[in-house]
C-alpha cells in the first residue's frame, strides 16, 4: 500500500496574468482563500494554471511561490509533465528543489507516444525524483489515453501513487481500480463525475469546481467519504449546471472570468485562448448565483 499525497479536494488552479507576467498578489489571495475554506491541497502550472503558456522562468517562479505562501499549510503539487522528458525531469527536479509536496505529469502530447513509451516516460521522470506523482490521463486534450494494463505496469513504480483520471469512461476507471488497488489511487479529474468516481473506491478530485467553491466541493468529497453518501449526491447534482458553465468555453477560459467577477483580478487567458464570449458569461452569472457563490 502506498502513502496518498492527499485525501479529498484538490485545486487546479488558476493563474492571474497582468501586463508584466504572473499577478503574485492576486495569486496569494485566491491560496489564501483556498485554504482559509478548508481545501486540502493545490495543484499549480496545470492546465487550469495555463502552464502551456508560461515560459520556464514563470513556471518556476510560480511554483516556488506556492510553497512559500502556502507554508506547508496544505500540499503543494507542481504540474510538470509535458512532451518532453528531458526537459519534464529538469522542472522536475526543480519543484523538488522548491519543497512541493508532489508532481503531477500529465501525458506527452502532440508528438504523443505507445503504451510502452508512457511507461518509460513516467519511469523516467519519477526515478529522477524522490518525490509522488499522480499521472495524468486526459485524451481529450492530449490524444493518449493511459490503458490499465499500462496503469498497471506504472504502478509498479515505487513513487508513482496515484492517477488523475479525465477519460470520462467509468468502465475504464472502475478497471483501473480493480487492476491497482491501493498499489494507484485514482482521483477524479472531471468535476461532472466526482460522485461516480469516488463510488469505485477513488480518494478525491484535483478540481477546477474548487477555484470558485472551494468549501463546497470539499465538504462534498468528505461528506461522500465519511458515509455522508446522500449529501454528496445532492451537492454533486446541484453543482451540475454550474459545472456545464464552467466548461462552456475551453477551461480555463469560464474559470478566469468567474474569479474576476467575484472580485479577483485575474485578467484574460493568454492567446490561444480567448475571453468568455458574453452570451457564456451570463449564462456563467447566473448558475453562480443559483449556487450561492454571488448575490
Known sequence: MKTPIFTGCATAIATPFSEKGVNFEEFGRLIENQIQKGIDAIVVCGTTGEASTMTETEK?????????????????????GGNNTAVS??????????????????????????????????????????????????KSRTGVNILPDTCKKISNIPNIVAIKEASGDLSQIAEIAHLCKD?????????????????????????????IAPKETSEMVHDFLEGRVEKARETQLKAIPLISALFKEVN???????????????????LPLTKLTEKSKEI?????????IIN
Open 183 to 211: 498499489e494507484l489511487y485514482i482521483y477524479s479529474g472531471n468535476d461532472d463525475q466526482t460522485v461516480p468516481i469516488l463510488s469505485l473506491g477513488a480518494l478525491g478530485v484535483i478540481s477546477v469546481l474548487s477555484n
Open 89 to 138: 525531469i529538469q522542472m522536475s527536479k526543480y519543484a523538488e528543489e522548491v519543497g512541493v509536496d508532489g508532481l503531477l505529469l500529465v501525458t506527452p502530447y502532440y508528438n504523443k507516444c505507445t503504451q510502452d513509451g508512457l511507461v518509460a516516460h513516467y519511469k523516467a521522470i519519477a526515478e529522477s525524483v524522490n518525490l509522488p506523482i499522480i499521472i495524468y490521463s486526459v
Open 252 to 270: 480555463p477560459i469560464p474559470v478566469k472570468e468567474a474569479l474576476n467577477i467575484m472580485g479577483y483580478n485575474f485578467g484574460e487567458p493568454r
Open 60 to 80: 518556476k517562479q510560480t511554483i516556488k511561490y506556492a510553497v512559500e505562501v502556502t507554508k506547508k499549510r496544505v500540499p503543494i503539487i507542481a504540474g510538470t
Open 284 to 292: 456563467l452569472k447566473k448558475e453562480m448565483q443559483n449556487f450561492g
